[in-house]
């Protein structure tokens, strides 16, 4: 647990950075988040028991830390996983995209709705004139966007 606590503020360490850079300078520092939702926390606390479906979460957080590479920072935030990609190309990430979906449909987690969000944090450009107080703020603004890529069925499953 103190893994995934020190992963989110990393996470939102480096995605302020990343922010600032952006704000300030038109540079070629790109990079694309995705966030897989899960979205009935009562399903999987009834499924598996609260316990163990929140270990599921962190065991699936920590899989992807280490399968995915050093520069793809994944967090877990309740229900939520964020991965920061750098961006390299629109089929990089989409390849990337394609890994986070390999792992995560393995994990077990298959008996709620999953939703999958891409994001590409925008250039100095957008950003001027938006005043996000913190890296959470920018999250919470762009998971109000709902740009949903892909969305998972949850499968119906009895233990």
């Not at 009935?40 to 830390?65: E, F, H």
């Not at 089929?91 to 891409?118: H, P």
């Not at 925008?122 to 998971?143: H, M, R, V």
Request: hydrophobic share 45%; proline share 2%; glycine share 4%.
């Amino acid at each position: 647990m103190k893994e995934d606590t020190a992963a989110w503020e990393k996470f939102l360490y480096v995605l302020e950075w990343v922010l600032a850079v952006q704000v300030r300078y038109a540079s070629n520092l790109r990079h694309s988040l995705v966030c897989i939702s899960f979205h009935d926390q009562k399903k999987l606390g009834d499924t598996y028991g609260a316990k163990d479906a929140l270990q599921m979460l962190v065991d699936l957080a920590k899989q992807l830390r280490t399968s995915l590479r050093k520069t793809d920072l994944v967090a877990r935030n309740g229900t939520a996983i964020w991965v920061m990609i750098p961006f390299v190309t629109p089929e990089s990430v989409l390849s990337k995209v394609s890994q986070i979906v390999e792992i995560a449909a393995a994990n077990g987690l298959d008996i709620v709705d999953r939703d999958i969000s891409i994001f590409s944090i925008p250039d100095a450009g957008i950003l001027e004139g938006k005043d996000f107080k913190s890296a959470e703020d920018f999250l919470e603004y762009i998971d109000d966007q709902k740009n949903v890529a892909m969305r998972w069925e949850g499968a119906t499953r009895s233990l």
